[in-house]
Nanobody, 119 residues
Framework: QVRLVESGGGLVQAGGSLRLSCAAS????????MGWYRQAPGKQRELVAT???????NYADSVKGRFTISRDNAKTTVYLQMSSLKPEDTAVYYC?????????????WGQGTQVTVSS
């Protein structure tokens, strides 16, 4: 099992910045990728950004140029630096870890952290 603990959400004005953190513990071997997803009220969960074990990053078009995903050297903590925040970025942000064990993929999710951007 993988345990994910998120932190860093909160209330910020439009144009402001926030940094989310997600620390992974437990069976943290064979991690294929780490990432952030978000879910706004009445909408489906959507990908925000991911970073693979090799360091390749991927971003949703809506956050490109404003958000940056990174991780620590131990590859157990993933960060999401969010800048130039917009009201439409308001959502619950979920950390995700994807593991690949013997060709089987496993997904683990954090409890979510609320990000609210006021106009």
């Amino acid at each position: 099992q993988v345990r994910l603990v998120e932190s860093g959400g909160g209330l910020v004005q439009a144009g402001g910045s926030l940094r989310l953190s997600c620390a992974a513990s437990g069976s943290i071997f064979s991690i294929n990728a780490m990432g952030w997803y978000r879910q706004a009220p009445g909408k489906q969960r959507e990908l925000v950004a991911t970073i693979t074990s090799g360091g390749n990053t991927n971003y949703a078009d809506s956050v490109k140029g404003r958000f940056t995903i990174s991780r620590d050297n131990a590859k157990t903590t993933v960060y999401l630096q969010m800048s130039s925040l917009k009201p439409e970025d308001t959502a619950v942000y979920y950390c995700n870890v994807n593991r690949k064990v013997f060709a089987v993929l496993y997904d683990y999710w954090g409890q979510g952290t609320q990000v609210t951007v006021s106009s």
